[in-house]
Each structure stands twice: as structure tokens, then as C-alpha cells.
């Protein structure tokens, strides 16, 4: 099976097979930054937007991406490294396994919200877990970035 | 994880159900969230990406979604959360989490009659119908009553009016499993209570829907009738006699919600 | 300071969050093999005939190897010092299977599709034995877990094989039953802790291949890489000096990595085939054939006096080590050495008991290590006890514990080096409010608000026993290497010692370049578990940092032509005392690779402390009740820790955030379901819940801290005291708020409820 997809704004031909899940075949590709954290699409690690919507990667088939736009953590280095400093001035990275998918989340919530409250917030983020953190220093760093008390 | 043989992405609904009956083993691939837990042998897997279902439409007196709508767009619908006091958008919001709701779809998990859907509780609170390519449009009712037999979920509608709803849940971490739902709506003095995950599928409370339907305003006696008439079951998440208790208490905290709403 | 104590953000912070490909998965070469594994689908079973003739034709499939293919020496994967307390009761591959998911044969192949069609094509005919699945009736059993001739233990740990024991234990100072029957007031009850899992977000993983000299590298995401090639070494049957292991970035531990699990199975593969080999385990493996904390049976009874004085603390218990004995024996011991010292006006203490086989997955290593299980048992049964002297709880605590400089009898005369335990449950009931809301639930419609505390201790290191070594080394740019074996899990161990050194030299982080965990070049380090890197690495490292600060001011006073007493050194200039002359570490760098100074400079230094000191932490949970469904709404946690001089203040705050919720999940959402056949069914996210963002309320973390005179800048430890106190204060507050005491984990709203129902 063959797929042409934009990631991160360049067209790209991807190979794989017919049932294999976009987070194998990015992973495959060379895509490293795709986590893939648990097989029953709960933990959110393996998020990318499909068209500007944060998905779970390893849920969705490869060839429903066909002729869409991927983008992925390397698709959008500004505002990722931006936040990540935040993050990362707070500790909250910790492992880090959880962070790329968690900061694919947290840019999608910024584009899709305006001026959160701390509950939207964490409704947002609720489908990205994390064994290290306890959650509060990435919610943390979450306000600052957004700059919400 | 399932295997495929082959994969088809279809132009007309026509072609999809075409292909969906040729052999035994072909299949529909909607979110394919449950799909992948398993290990089926599909043969042809239909895509349905290319059939334009995925919309939300406010018709003159319905609400009509397509199969392939995401529960993440039924979550953020303007028109769901202005309708039935949003009890669709509340009642998905709390599955796992926005990334996992932008997967799933509407079709898929009312096609499967999933026992701990918080989605089919709520629809069967509201005057629901689902269209079938070959069965047909039919209340969401008779379809959930009605024995397997394999066909294609297309579109579902929900009738507009001013029908008033609560919906209730009670799970231990907030992105497990429900332990037991409910949705309650009002329309015109008529009723309906229903449960679901006990751990079967969402039913209507019909002599409780009655008895409050004729009057009697004893929130407490009619939540007590509903959990009567409904059986309740044992599994992983909670006993029979639990989900019983905790049924009842969210009936009639739902109904106390109805009473209360404009 | 400069350094110590200073926020600062994780030298690997910005790549690991970024995604960049620094993990175990991310490093593997083209055309690595890539392994599966067969399991037994049986608890317990031989196996009588395997078949592999058909899987072994098709087309890709490199190797298949059965137990007829490995050595027959047994071993141990835990990851403890040489010679290790764990019974030596594994082979690679065993004829006898003993937990469902146990391994029966490995495969390799060039892709995972091809390995997993081989797979199936293997036939496998088992014997199948009655499994032993409740540790509660194990002992005694007629189906003995291990019946093997040539299972070996370095200790005398009690082992009993045909009884299924593995260890049995006791510890007794004074006479309890004497004190009882001399006690006013007696407190007891059993208590139930689960087989939690670990559920770190990178599962097991590790890629191997021959270098340019025919050694074989492994590459695993691990915690103890020093432990893991000496376990190779061992199953193998290969020198230790041909094994090279090196942990890169990895993705969470928490103690599962502290076994080797999945490093064997891989190596061995190249080793046959002479080629690459990559072995990741899934989620679904992960859960359910790695290793979990040793679930326990503890039963606890505390004695006071008329004036509320604990005068005898009894804990007897019973741990499921399940297949194999990994940790069986020294999880266990730390459950009565980690409480007994905690209430020191006793005149009797015992704890005693059993560990047992079981034909489940193995217990392993797991965050508290043993400690958890005993401060719930010991925190729930002291709140048991308050209740029935009519004392606040954090009364009976200020007046039982120990303080700093005191002894225990559990101490043998050993004085407490530091505590500002009394300050943390001070300051706790201030942050969380108790003196208003213990005495008084606020009940609101059917909901009920109350509070509940515990306090907990731990360890920092094993004393006598964790030894680290470090280097530091002068480059010929004027910058440092720190050479340490420790392994940064996350944590940020690596950004921390790197702190403590740039402290001792007086120079900034960016000039220190820190190079870990590999055994090539790191020294020997035993790996990031028991809580001794930041005290027992940290010391190495001071001290070695601080010898090549003295080589640094004799060598520039050389230079200087005056004795060492008449020059001063600011991290950057080595001066004399009149100003007169100076010369910069640069230069002086320089010059010592040259034949001018002939010597690069290196400092090193080997460390192991004859004693632990615990941190403390001070608990505080307040719960809201719903009656009508026995729902818990966690509104407030209050963790105030003691750890000595806190290093680094934004890591330490998110360590104790993270082990507060992993308490959180053990105490409340956490549940292990087996099957009938000893299938383990919590095998997935779905089914295993840890807890999400929504079940955790807000989290208040406040440090009071003390100063260990034995830790490197006065720090003792963090790592794994941060889970213990949430079970048991979570467990007070539900009993203040309704009545009722739940003593199995977890607490689920349907056990409150039918408790609330019984109770009336």
C-alpha cells in the first residue's frame, strides 16, 4: 500500500501495509518523535493532527490519511520548543516518553480554544496520560504558557 | 490486531454495501478503536471516509448526523449543545479523552450496540431514528430490539423540539468504563427513563416512564420502579446489586435535573 | 550555592520533550532482527513436545530457540550487588512453565509480521499441572512452583521449595506478646495491598549487536546496566568483559527495570546469528509477563499505654512473589525495617512472615519497595489506634516519633542523623487545614467533606551494600567530564549530580559535560534503585570533585611556584594570595595534557555509607464522600517532605507530585483482576487504570528541610518515600468521612458503599 500525505507541510509517498496504523508507518518512514505508549489507544502519547485535529496515531488506518495533511511535532518546531522550555523550566518533562504527544495536544488546545478556564484545560488533556509528573507541574506549565492564572 | 486482505475505499454507499454482503468476512472499518483489539480475519475492510457521512445537519425538524461523524465533533456541536440541554454532548465527553473522540464514530459504536456506550443511552432518551441501507429507516429502539443482521448504518436522525434532558454516569476514574448510565427526557408532561451499562446495553424504564408520565411526582417511588424493571448484571466493574443502588440514584438525580431545567 | 539547590531545567529536557531519537527504539541499525516471544498459555505446566520444523521454513524467519538451546545454569535477573539475595531459580528457557505469559521460545525473524506467522506455526503439547494461584493457600500446596534440583540461593533466605516458601523472616526486639498483655489500648487489623503494575510509558525494550571486535552490545532501557551485564555474563556463559551495556534515554522505570527482563532473550539471538536483534515488549507484556509489586497480606496490632505512649508494634505478613523470586526476600525485609524505627518509644517490635511461590507473574521491584505495603498496614492500624485513645491522630504521632539524634529499639543503639518529621506534620495540618475539618466533617447534601493523614519513612541507598564510583575529569579545553554510572530515568539524577559537581569546582553546568550509563567507560555503579543516587552516587561524585579541585590548586600552584596553602581557586583562576600571579584553568588545562604539565588531571572516588537515612513525609488527604454512591472526589493532597537539602527544587517538587498520584492510584484506581486460570486479566490501559488528570483534585508539596550530615550538601533522598503516604491517609480520611475502613487496596466506591450499607 502506498499513501500520499503532506507531513509537516511536504509531500511525502508512504509505504506500508493496508492494516497498519498511521503511528507504524510514520515510526517506518523515519518519524521518530511518534511514542507509541499502550495498544488500546489510551494513553495519547502517539497524538498527531490530521488535519489539524489531534487523533491517536496508532487508530488510525494509514490509508484514511491518504491525501491529508499529518503533522507532527517536527511540523511545528517553534511552537513546540516554546512551550517545551516552559515545561522543561518546570521539571515537568521528566521522562519525556509522554511529552511529544502531551505538547501535540497542548498546541491543538491552543489553536481550538480561547482563554480556557483550568477545568476546559484539563478536559482537554485528559486523554494524555502520564506515569511520572502527577500532572500539576504540566498543568503548570500549561498556564504560563498560555498565560492563564 | 486484525488483518485484512484487502482494502476498498468506496465512492457511493451503494458500492459499499455492494461489497459488504459479497463474502461473510468483509467488513466495515469505521473508528476501528474495538476493531483492533481483537484479532478478526477480515477479508475486504471498507473504508468509508470517501462517502461524505461526516456531518452534523440541523434539517427543519431533525438533526441529522452521519455515520462517520466523529463523538468529538457531536461533543463540540453548536446545534447538539443548544438542543435537549446538550445531553449528546455531555453524555460522550467523557470518553477517554479528545484525541481518541476525534477517531471515533457515531455509526460504528451505535451499529455495535455496545453495552457500555454512553452514546446510545443518551440517543434513546431523545426520539432517535437510524437509517440502514437495506433495513430501512426504523426507531433507534426497534434496531437495538432487533435480531443481527448485517447492513450498513448510514445516517441517525434526532427529532427537534423542546425536550428537556439530563444524563448521569458513575464511573471510578474518570476515563474508565462507565459502572452504570442513564438519560432522562421530558416532553409535553411525557417521560422516559433510560439505563445503560448494567453492563447491558442502555433500555427504557417503560412502567417507570409510565408512572411518572401519569403523574406521580415521587422521584424517589419512580426511580425505585425503573431499577425494578431493569435487570442488572455482575462484572469487572461493579456487582448487580451495586449498579442497582447507584442506577437508582442517578435516575433520580436525573429526573430531579429535568424538573428543574427550562 | 550556586548550583545546589537551583531549579534548574534538565540537561536532556528540551531533546526528550521535542521527540528527538534519543530512546532505546530510535538508536537500532537497518536489518536488525526483530524478536517475539512464544508464552504458555498455562499457569503451570511441562512442556512435552515442541515442534518448530514448520516455523522454522518460512521464508525470514532467522532463528527459533526452545529450552532444548540454552544453557542449563540457573540464574537470577534481579538487580541487586553480586552476591545477590534473590534465589538463582530462572533458566532462559524452561521446560516447565510456570505463569500464564511465561516464555517458551524466542523467534527471531526479519520483520514482526513474519515472526508472529512463525509463531503460530510452532506446536507446543503441554502437561498441564494444578496451578497455585492464591497465595493465601500456597503454602503446603500439593503443586510445588519450583521442584528443580539446582535452584540456588547465595543466602540462607528460608527457602523452602517444597513448601513453596521462599523466604521466611524474622525480626524481634524485646517481647510483644509480653508488652500487649501489659498495653491499655490495642489496635489490629489485615490488610490487603494488590500486585500493582508499573505502567511506565516506555515499555521493555532492548536491541543488541557484535561490534567491530566481536563483542556484543546491548543497548536496553534499563535501570542497573552494571547488573544486566553481569547477568548476561552469567545465562550466557559468556566473560563479562565481552558484554558492553549502555542505557541511553528511557522512558520510565519505577523499579520494573531493576530486573532484567527482556535483555536475554535478544542477546542470545545474536549471539547465534552473529546479527542485530531488537526485542520490544507491548503494552499487553508489559502488564502481564515483566514483574509488579509483591502483593501482601499484612496483619497489624499496635499497643499504648494509658498516657498514649506505642509500647508494641506487631506485623506479620505474608508477600506473593509469584513465579520467580526476583526482590522476593528484601521487598519483604523492608516492610518491617522501613516502620518499625518510625515510632521509637516502643519496647517491643517484631515483624515476621513469608514469601511465596505463586503461578503468577513475578513480583519484582516496585517505588517503596516493601515500605508501601507496610505504611498502609502500620498508618491505617496507628489511625485505628488514635480513634480509640480518643487522640487527634497527628497528636499520637508528634508524640510517638522519632526525633532526630534519638534511637529506636528497631535501631540497635544507631542515632537518627536528621528529621524534621515533627516540622513536616505541622506544617501539613496548616497547608490542608486540619485542626478546622478533623474534629468536623462538613456533610452538603449527600456529599460528606473530611481529612486523614499518615507519615512514612524510607531509605537512601542499602548501607553497606550501594557502593558508587565517579570520575571527574580536567579536559584540555578547560571543561569537565563527570563520568558516573548512575541511571537518569527521568528523574533528572543526571542534571543533579552534574549540579553537585559545578558546585564543588565553582563553575557553571554548561562547562561539565556528564557521560552515564555505560560499561565501558562508566564507573561501576549498582543503578538508580533504593533511592541511592542522589545520596550514595552524589557523595561519590563530591568527593571525586572535590579531589580533582585539590590536584587543580597544587598542580596551578606548581605552575605558580609557590606551595599549595599560598593560592586560591574561584573555579576559573588559580591565584596566589597576594594577587600577584595567576593562571586560569584554562591555561592550566592546557598545559597539563603537554609535556609541561605531563598529567591530565582526574579526580575519583568511591563511596558506600555504612547507614540509610530515611526522608520522611508527612501526609495529608482531604476526600469528599458521596453517600448516596459511595463515589470519592479527591479535593486535597498535602505531601510535606523531608529530604534532606533539597538539589534541585522544580525536579524535586515534580518526583513528589508524581509519587503522590502513583499512591493515589495504588489507594483508589488501581485494581489486578486474574482469571480462573491465572490469566492475567488488568493486562491493558483499558482495563488497568492509573489515574488521568481528572481523579487527582489539587496537589500541595512543601519541603521542610533538614540537613543529613552523612549526604552530599546535607541531601538524603526522594525517590520512592513519595508513594507510601497516600494509601493510608486517603483510606482515614474516607473512614472520618463515613465510617468506614476499607483495608484492601483499592478503595473502589462499590467497597464504601456496601461497608456504608453493613455498617447500618
Known amino acids: 500500500m502506498q499513501i500520499k500525505v503532506l507531513i509537516d507541510q511536504k509531500p511525502v509517498t508512504l509505504r506500508g501495509n493496508k492494516d497498519e496504523f498511521l503511528a507504524d508507518t510514520l515510526r517506518n518512514n523515519g518519524i521518530l518523535s511518534i511514542r507509541k505508549g499502550c495498544d488500546t489507544s489510551c494513553c495519547g502519547l502517539c497524538t498527531v493532527w490530521l488535519d489539524g485535529k489531534p487523533v491517536l496515531s496508532c487508530n488510525i488506518l494509514s490509508i484514511r490519511a491518504n491525501g491529508k495533511a499529518i503533522t507532527t511535532i517536527e511540523g511545528v518546531t517553534q511552537e513546540a520548543e516554546a512551550f517545551a522550555q516552559v515545561l522543561v523550566a518546570e521539571g515537568a518533562e521528566q521522562c519525556g516518553f509522554c511529552s511529544p504527544g502531551f505538547i501535540m495536544t497542548v498546541i491543538a488546545m491552543k489553536h481550538e480554544l480561547k482563554n480556557p478556564t483550568e477545568a476546559e484545560i484539563i478536559h482537554y488533556l485528559t486523554g494524555n496520560l502520564c506515569r511520572c509528573t502527577g500532572y500539576m507541574g504540566q498543568l503548570r506549565a500549561v498556564k504560563t504558557y498560555l498565560g492563564v492564572q | 490486531m486484525f488483518t485484512l486482505v484487502d482494502l476498498l475505499q468506496p465512492d457511493t454507499i451503494a458500492e459499499a454495501y455492494e461489497v459488504l454482503m459479497e463474502k461473510r468476512n468483509n467488513g466495515i472499518l469505521g473508528g476501528c478503536a474495538f476493531l483492533r483489539l481483537g484479532s478478526s480475519r477480515i477479508g475486504t475492510g471498507i473504508e468509508l471516509s470517501k462517502l461524505n457521512l461526516d456531518y452534523i445537519i440541523e434539517q427543519d425538524e431533525y438533526i441529522e448526523i452521519g455515520a462517520m461523524t466523529t463523538f468529538r465533533s457531536l461533543e463540540t456541536s453548536g446545534v447538539l449543545q443548544e438542543y435537549f440541554n446538550g445531553v449528546i454532548s455531555q453524555a460522550v465527553s467523557h470518553i477517554i479523552g479528545v484525541q481518541f473522540r476525534n477517531v471515533v464514530t457515531v455509526g460504528a459504536s451505535v451499529y455495535a450496540k455496545y453495552g457500555f456506550s454512553d452514546l446510545i443511552t443518551a440517543l434513546l432518551a431523545l426520539e432517535t431514528e437510524v437509517e440502514l441501507y437495506k433495513g430501512g429507516r426504523m426507531p433507534l429502539l426497534q434496531f437495538l430490539e432487533q435480531a443481527y443482521e448485517k447492513d450498513l448504518l448510514t445516517r441517525i436522525f434526532i427529532k427537534k423540539s423542546q425536550r428537556r434532558a439530563a444524563y448521569g454516569n458513575l464511573r471510578n476514574s474518570a476515563s474508565d468504563f462507565p459502572i452504570v448510565n442513564v438519560a432522562v427526557s421530558c416532553l409535553d408532561q411525557v417521560w422516559r427513563i433510560v439505563a445503560g451499562a448494567r453492563p447491558a446495553r442502555a433500555k427504557i424504564a417503560v412502567q417507570a416512564s409510565a408512572a411518572l408520565t401519569a403523574g406521580n411526582h415521587n422521584v424517589d417511588e419512580i426511580a425505585a420502579i425503573a431499577v425494578e424493571e431493569l435487570a442488572f448484571g455482575t462484572n469487572a466493574r461493579g456487582t448487580a446489586q451495586y449498579r442497582k443502588a447507584v442506577c437508582q440514584v442517578l435516575i433520580t438525580r436525573a429526573i430531579q435535573e429535568v424538573l428543574q431545567c427550562k | ?760
Not at chain 3, 420 to 440: F, P
Open chain 3, 1 to 760: 550555592m550556586k548550583s545546589v539547590g537551583q531549579g534548574i531545567g534538565k540537561i536532556d529536557g528540551m531533546a526528550i520533550a521535542t521527540g528527538k531519537p534519543v530512546y532505546t527504539d530510535d538508536l537500532v541499525m537497518a536489518n536488525t532482527l526483530i524478536v517475539k516471544i512464544l508464552r504458555s498459555p498455562h499457569a503451570f505446566a511441562q512442556i512435552t513436545k515442541i515442534d518448530t520444523e514448520k516455523a522454522e521454513k518460512i521464508p525470514g524467519v532467522e532463528c527459533i530457540l526452545t529450552y532444548k538451546d540454552v544453557p542449563n545454569a540457573r540464574f537470577t535477573l534481579a538487580g541487586q550487588s553480586y552476591p545477590e539475595p534473590s534465589p538463582y531459580d530462572r533458566l532462559i528457557l524452561d521446560r516447565i512453565v510456570r505463569y500464564v505469559g511465561d516464555e517458551v521460545a524466542i523467534i527471531a525473524a526479519v520483520d514482526e509480521k513474519t515472526a508472529l506467522k512463525a509463531m503460530k506455526l510452532i506446536k507446543v503439547s503441554y502437561q498441564v499441572f494444578e496451578p497455585v494461584l492464591d497465595f493465601e493457600t500456597a503454602q503446603g500446596h500439593a503443586s510445588v512452583v519450583h521442584p528443580e534440583a539446582d535452584l540456588h540461593c547465595n543466602f540462607d533466605i528460608g527457602m523452602n521449595q517444597g513448601q513453596n516458601i521462599v523466604s521466611t523472616q524474622k525480626v524481634e526486639v524485646g517481647d510483644v506478646e509480653d508488652e500487649f498483655k501489659k498495653c491499655a489500648f490495642v489496635a489490629e487489623d489485615t490488610y490487603y495491598i494488590q500486585a500493582q503494575a508499573h505502567c511506565m510509558m516506555e515499555t521493555y525494550r532492548a536491541f543488541n549487536y557484535l561490534d567491530h571486535t566481536g563483542r556484543l552490545v546491548v543497548v536496553s532501557s534499563t535501570q542497573i546496566p552494571f547488573h544486566v551485564r553481569r547477568h548476561l555474563a552469567r545465562a550466557l556463559q559468556i566473560p563479562a568483559s565481552k558484554i558492553r551495556v549502555i542505557k541511553p534515554r528511557i522512558g520510565g522505570g519505577f523499579g520494573g527495570k531493576q530486573t532484567v527482563v527482556v535483555e536475554i532473550f535478544s542477546a542470545l539471538v545474536t549471539l547465534k546469528t552473529g546479527k542485530p536483534a531488537k526485542l520490544i515488549y507491548d503494552r499487553k507484556e508489559t502488564f502481564s509477563c515483566t514483574n509488579s509489586r509483591h502483593a501482601m497480606r499484612l496483619q497489624v496490632k499496635v499497643g499504648a499505654d494509658t498516657e498514649g505512649y506505642i509500647r508494641a508494634v506487631d506485623i506479620q505478613g505474608l508477600s506473593d512473589t509469584g513465579a520467580y523470586g526476583e526482590h522476593a526476600s528484601t521487598v519483604f525485609m523492608v516492610v518491617g525495617q522501613k516502620t518499625l524505627p518510625l515510632y521509637n518509644k516502643t519496647r517491643a517490635v517484631r515483624f515476621m512472615g513469608d514469601v511465596v511461590y505463586t503461578n503468577k507473574m513475578p513480583g519484582g521491584a516496585f517505588r517503596g519497595y516493601g515500605a508501601t505495603q507496610g505504611t498502609f498496614a502500620l498508618e491505617a492500624t496507628i489511625n485505628k489506634l488514635a480513634e480509640q485513645l480518643q487522640m487527634d491522630p497527628t497528636q499520637i504521632r508528634l508524640k510517638n516519633l522519632i526525633k532526630e539524634g534519638e534511637t529506636s529499639i528497631a535501631y540497635h543503639g544507631k542515632l537518627l542523623g536528621s528529621s524534621s518529621l515533627h516540622r513536616c506534620i505541622e506544617q501539613g495540618k496548616k497547608l490542608i487545614g486540619w485542626d478546622e475539618k478533623y474534629a468536623s466533617p462538613v456533610v452538603c447534601g449527600s456529599k460528606v467533606r473530611a481529612v486523614g493523614m499518615a507519615v512514612t519513612m524510607q531509605g537512601s541507598g542499602i548501607a553497606g551494600i550501594d557502593t558508587a564510583s565517579a570520575e571527574v575529569r580536567l579536559n584540555d579545553d578547560g571543561n569537565y567530564t563527570l563520568l558516573i554510572g548512575s541511571t537518569d530515568m527521568g528523574t533528572g539524577s543526571d542534571t543533579i549530580l552534574g549540579q553537585m559537581a559545578a558546585e564543588i569546582l565553582e563553575t557553571r553546568m554548561e562547562n561539565i559535560i556528564v557521560n552515564a550509563g555505560d560499561t565501558d567507560v562508566s564507573p561501576y555503579d549498582p543503578g538508580s534503585y533504593a533511592s541511592s543516587t542522589t545520596y550514595v552516587t552524589g557523595m561519590a561524585v563530591v568527593k571525586a570533585a572535590e579531589e580533582l579541585k585539590q590536584k587543580i590548586v597544587e598542580h596551578g600552584a606548581k605552575f605558580l611556584e609557590v606551595p599549595p596553602e599560598y593560592v586560591e581557586f574561584d573555579g576559573e583562576v588559580i591565584s596566589t594570595l597576594t594577587s600577584d600571579r595567576e593562571i586560569s584553568l584554562t591555561k592550566l588545562a592546557e598545559l597539563m595534557v603537554l609535556g609541561a604539565g605531563n598529567l591530565q588531571l582526574v579526580g575519583q572516588a568511591t563511596y558506600g555509607s555504612p547507614v540509610s537515612p530515611p526522608p520522611f513525609i508527612a501526609g495529608f488527604a482531604e476526600v469528599e464522600v458521596d453517600r448516596d454512591t459511595g463515589k470519592v472526589e479527591l479535593i486535597d493532597y498535602v505531601a510535606v517532605v523531608d529530604c534532606g537539602t533539597v538539589v534541585n527544587p522544580k525536579l524535586a517538587r515534580i518526583q513528589v507530585e508524581g509519587g503522590i498520584v502513583q499512591g493515589i492510584g495504588l489507594a483508589m484506581y488501581e485494581e489486578v483482576r486474574y482469571g480462573e486460570k491465572g490469566n492475567l486479566e488488568t493486562n491493558s490501559f483499558m482495563q488497568y487504570k492509573i489515574p488521568c488528570r481528572k481523579d487527582i483534585g489539587n496537589l500541595q508539596v512543601a519541603f521542610e528541610e533538614s540537613f543529613e550530615p552523612t549526604g552530599p550538601f546535607g541531601a538524603k533522598s526522594l525517590g520512592e518515600v513519595v508513594v507510601n503516604t497516600p494509601p493510608p491517609a486517603i483510606a482515614h480520611a474516607i473512614y472520618n468521612a463515613v465510617g468506614v475502613r476499607i483495608n484492601s487496596l483499592p478503595i473502589t466506591p462499590e467497597k464504601i458503599f456496601m461497608g456504608m450499607i453493613k455498617n447500618k
